[in-house]
């Protein structure tokens, strides 16, 4: 379903929609009514009775009943193997601007009480989100019968139902059924889609001409130029509101004068060497850095108080000294060590030699860099006698699995575990596991059991 097909059939809150609406559909001063009835809800109505034959059996969710039933009442306590009488409500119809959504317990409360939006642009497929969660929309049809069937209470006295049997004269056992439902829709559980997020946020990284012409800000503002606020991201990006922080955070992105960005990796390598050469300068140790002392001798040097923060939680992290509030933090030794790495191999590969001599020469005295920091960062290949070394970023691969794995097999027909494990074990299919995921994408290869597993593309 597309985003705004969908948009139009669920009202972005998910609201009640009750019968006095349904009755006067032309009425606005009515409680729980969606602002675009006539193009489609989710309809949940009180006291609804949806009745589903499986088996000769019945399943039906309802109030206590009434002495005087013709409506929804009229299926309470209905015995295996009995019956009741159809009527044809007096608006009966096909009703296409009502859609029944199956939910599960977890999520009824998260729906009934309006926490969750639908979100996707018109040439996506549309999502649920609640604030930690997203959910795809299935449509499923079903085989069979399913009636809705509203409150007796509802009826007036000039709407006689009319009865499919001519010869069933009781009225007051009736069930009047106002539509025969083909389907449902469900929500299942989806990871985020944030591979939209990446290339958002890639359109305008934060440059060193950012600190000192402002105007380049102000034109990108009139101009809107890949330039987002929050607001923004959540209109365009499909995922809840937890996983979208828990992404820019990944992203190390930084909220600059209102509008999400990441920080040119430039940008990012001459702040992080200013900080390492004010730490020798200094005499400060990389494990117990002051944050106001490190902030303030690099907005001293040029840099925004914003960036100089972003420095730190870029490549460092706070230490917790059980003090409540901490203003301590240490360098991440792999952190440093794999930007560095990044460094050299940004525009070519290099022989494996060579790039180990520059690594270890670029590593700051005190900290211990291993080729094992760089697994989902590299790709090794030999060529002849040589091995060679290139930049792969598991970072920048797609987070769909049928997308990431085809890139994979592009790479190389044939993976070891050891090279694979690296550049999947970031996906995340809720229900499948690491080797559901395996079995699905990909063939496994063990000519013997002394031999290690390869993996090809299925």
């Known amino acids: 379903m597309a985003g705004k097909s969908i948009k139009q059939k669920f009202w972005r809150a998910i609201n009640l929609y009750n019968w006095e609406s349904l009755r006067s559909p032309l009425t606005k001063s009515k409680p729980y009514r969606t602002t675009q009835p006539q193009n489609g809800v989710v309809v949940f109505l009180p006291s609804l009775s949806l009745i589903t034959t499986v088996c000769g059996r019945r399943r039906e969710t309802m109030e206590p009943p009434s002495s005087d039933c013709r ?52 040439d996506e497929d549309a999502v649920i989100c609640t604030e930690s969660k997203t959910y795809a929309i299935k449509s499923v049809g079903t085989s069979n019968s399913v009636f809705l069937i509203p409150p007796s209470c509802q009826f007036n006295s000039f709407e006689e139902p009319k009865c499919f049997n001519e010869n069933y004269h009781d009225r007051q056992s009736a069930a009047s059924v106002l539509k025969i439902a083909p389907g449902t ?7 985020p889609r944030l591979d939209k997020l990446r290339l958002l946020l890639s359109e305008n990284p934060y440059k060193t001409e950012e600190d000192t012409e402002m105007g ?14 929050w607001e923004d991201l959540i209109e365009k990006v499909q995922t809840s509101n937890e996983e979208l922080r828990n ?5 190390s992105a930084v909220e600059i004068d209102g509008y999400w960005r990441i920080v040119d990796e430039r940008y990012m390598d001459t ?16 494990a117990s850095l002051n944050q106001d002392e490190v902030v303030n001798v690099l907005v001293s040097d040029g840099f925004p108080r914003k960036l100089a923060n972003h420095c730190l939680h870029a490549f460092g992290s706070k230490v917790d000294k059980g003090e409540g509030t901490s203003n301590t933090w240490k360098l991440d030794e792999r952190k440093v060590c ?25 590593i700051p005295e005190g900290m211990q860099a291993s080729f094992d920091m760089l697994e989902g960062e590299v790709l090794t290949e030999r060529i002849g006698i040589e091995t060679w070394i290139r930049a792969f970023r598991v970072s920048s691969l797609p987070g769909n699995p049928a997308e990431r794995f085809s890139i994979l097999f592009k790479e190389r027909l044939k ?6 494990q690296p550049f999947i074990r970031d996906l995340n299919v809720p229900g499948l596991s690491a080797e559901g995921l395996l079995l699905k994408y990909t063939r496994r290869l063990q000519p013997t059991m002394d031999t290690e597993p390869v993996f090809s593309s299925r």
Do not use: C
């Not at 794999?338 to 670029?362: G, N, P, Q």
């Open 271 to 286: 702040m992080l060497r200013m900080l390492l050469h004010n730490a020798v300068l200094n005499d400060w140790s990389f």
């Open 247 to 251: 992404a820019l955070q990944a992203l």
């Open 185 to 191: 829709m469900e929500l299942v559980e989806i990871a």
């Open 71 to 122: 409506g929804a009442e009229a299926v309470l306590n209905l015995q295996p193997s009995s019956s009741i009488p159809i009527t044809y409500h007096p608006l009966f119809g096909p009703h296409n601007d009502l859609l029944l959504l199956e939910l599960d317990e977890k999520l009824l409360s998260d729906i009934l009480h309006q926490r969750v939006t639908v979100r996707g642009q018109p």
């Open 415 to 420: 993976w070891e575990w050891k090279d694979l």
């Open 338 to 362: 794999v930007h560095f790495a990044r460094e050299i191999l940004r525009d070519r590969k290099r022989k494996m030699e060579s790039f180990m001599e520059e690594w270890m020469r670029k």
């Open 216 to 229: 380049d800000l102000e034109e990108m503002e009139r101009e809107n130029v890949g330039l987002y606020r």
